[in-house]
């Protein structure tokens, strides 16, 4: 029999769960209003207008030399000029952290976390497995809808532990070469991480999640 104490663990724990999927959910619209602020074309038209003001900088220039730069004009111009914000840089930058934490959120749940006793069960491998079973039976009504959430549970999983949690070598697929050397830039990390299945997934999974830890701390 499930002690007093052992349901207050289950519900903190799964109140973690939902606080984490709540704030998923907050990253997703920021996301969209990222999205709607690119296709408005103001973030490319400032930084065309800072490339026109960086031309037209250089050719001021007692040294100027058409098609040739150093790196440090380019950092005593954007000290003196304001490119505005957010320029497209900006927003591309923004989509790309964002997707990272998107996906360390989600996987919160499904990760390892220590035991909190008499307030938060730890988040071992049964417990989820346990759990997360039961949940996901109330969100899908079909086995192809699970298979389709474990590929793409296991597609975040791949991201966070092997590039943005941790920096598994091969997964970089660094190539030393003179002069120069390459690898993956960790924003690759959620490339192949459909985010419009995450929009679809996590409001219901959240709300079932919260009828769950009611229902076990009863």
């Known amino acids: 029999m499930t002690s007093q104490s052992e349901k207050l663990?289950?519900?903190g724990r799964l109140w973690l769960w939902s606080?984490?999927?709540?704030?998923?959910?907050?990253i997703l619209m920021i996301l969209r209003r990222n999205a709607a602020e690119i296709d408005s074309g103001r973030p490319s038209e400032k930084d065309q207008r800072f490339s026109a003001a960086?031309?037209?900088?250089?050719k001021s220039k007692p040294n100027y030399v058409p098609g040739k730069l150093s790196p440090s004009d380019l950092v005593e111009f954007s000290e003196l000029y304001y490119r505005g914000y957010p320029a497209l840089t900006d927003c591309n930058l923004m989509q790309?952290?964002?997707r990272m934490l998107a996906v360390v959120l989600f996987c919160q749940m499904l990760n390892m976390g220590k035991h909190d006793p008499g307030r938060a069960s730890g988040n071992t491998k049964?417990?989820?497995t346990t759990n997360i079973e039961q949940i996901l039976n109330t969100v899908f009504s079909s086995n192809s809808e699970l298979e389709e959430f474990?590929?793409?549970r296991d597609a975040c999983l791949t991201a966070r532990n092997e590039m943005?949690?941790?920096a598994d070598g091969a997964a970089f697929q660094i190539d030393h070469g003179t002069p120069v050397s390459k690898m993956k830039m960790i924003s690759a990390s959620v490339e192949g991480i459909d985010f419009s299945y995450m929009e679809r997934v996590v409001k219901p999974l959240n709300r079932a999640v919260l009828e769950y830890a009611?229902?076990?701390s009863a």
């Open 9 to 11: 663990e289950m519900r």
């Open 214 to 216: 009611e229902h076990v």
């Open 164 to 166: 943005i949690g941790h």
């Open 126 to 128: 049964n417990f989820v």
């Open 150 to 152: 474990y590929r793409f």
């Open 19 to 26: 606080s984490a999927l709540d704030e998923c959910e907050l």
């Open 54 to 58: 960086f031309q037209e900088y250089l």
């Open 96 to 98: 790309n952290y964002l």
